[in-house]
């Protein structure tokens, strides 16, 4: 921990080990458009699509555990990392959903998993909806991972969290932002290599890419894309805070799910206990849809 009390930020050495074990690259998906992305291992695709406050990187602790299982692909979400913002300065999940379908067709993907993280639920269901025809196919299930429902069926929600949000980043900027809301997306008794790493994913955000994913979080609402034709998954941190289990319950009974409890993580489980979200992992590509309720 540094003197404010803050994660310390990963080593020259660390951040170059990241580049050799789980490197990104630019994938270009047309109209001048490019999407960056990392991936490792060899296997069933897997898909990750990261939340408001993090990115590709984050998915390294579990890329590492599966490497030897599956192709894990992360991508960097519009306005993220190297990848070109969507050009409405209020997407909808839509936009982001044909996005990542252009990236997946330019990997030329068929067949995968996809697993969204807390913002990239809302992606993840819009891109796998059934109006999507030939292109939903591709996804022989879905996961989602302390998914965030969005507010847009709460409109007067919706202007308070915008103006915070907004605000907060006015004020304070991305870096100073990081040090203050990286924690909550922890448990208590995270280890302080997930601090370190949550820490350091929020601080690489970019102002406009940010802008816009407050935007996708405040007009949209992921219920309203459920049940999918695909099976599909809720799982979450049993300690988090930001979508505690409660609010994931109404996602899981919407999806005809059960909802599977991840111990001793907050938020960012899959940062905080990889080894579990890795062993879960494993399972659904053999058991795609998991247990109904």
């Known amino acids: ?27 270009a998906v047309g109209q001048g458009a490019a999407v960056s ?12 699509l990261h939340g408001i406050g993090s990115g590709a990187a984050s998915w390294q602790p579990l890329a590492q555990r599966l490497q030897s299982a599956t192709r894990l692909i ?19 999940a839509a936009q982001y ?22 913002l990239g639920a809302l992606v993840a269901v819009a891109a796998a909806r059934a109006a999507w025809c030939e292109r939903a196919a591709r996804f022989e299930q879905v996961i989602l991972i302390s998914p965030a429902r969005g507010y847009g ?14 605000a907060t980043l006015e004020v304070q900027g991305i870096a100073a932002m990081a040090a203050q809301r ?18 350091w994913n929020m601080a ?41 289990p409660s609010a994931c319950e109404t996602i899981a009974r919407a999806a005809h799910t059960q909802l599977q409890l991840i111990a001793d993580a907050g938020h960012a489980c899959y940062v905080e206990q990889p080894d579990a979200v890795a062993s879960l992992l494993r399972t659904a590509l053999q058991e795609p849809g998991g247990p109904k309720p």
């Open 37 to 48: 992305v990392r991936e490792c291992g060899h296997g069933p695709a897997v898909v990750c």
């Open 1 to 27: 921990m540094t003197q404010a009390g803050l994660p310390s930020l990963p080593t020259a050495a660390e951040l170059r080990r990241l580049d050799v074990d789980f490197g990104s690259r630019q994938v």
């Open 97 to 118: 959903a044909e996005r990542l379908h252009a990236l997946l067709d330019a990997l030329e993907i068929t067949r995968c998993t996809l697993v969204g993280h807390s």
């Open 153 to 166: 069926a709460q409109p007067l929600q919706a202007l308070k969290v915008r103006g915070e949000r907004l």
């Open 204 to 244: 690489q955000l970019n102002e406009r890419g940010y802008r816009q994913a407050i935007e996708l979080l405040c007009s949209e609402d992921v219920v309203r894309h459920l049940p999918l034709a695909v099976p599909l998954q809720v799982w979450v941190g049993a300690l988090d805070e930001i979508t505690p």
């Open 182 to 199: 990286s924690s909550r997306l922890l448990s208590d008794g995270a280890n302080a290599s997930a601090r370190q790493w949550v820490h």
């Open 74 to 92: 992360a991508w960097d979400a519009p306005g993220y990392g190297a990848s070109t913002p969507l050009a409405s300065a209020t997407p909808q």
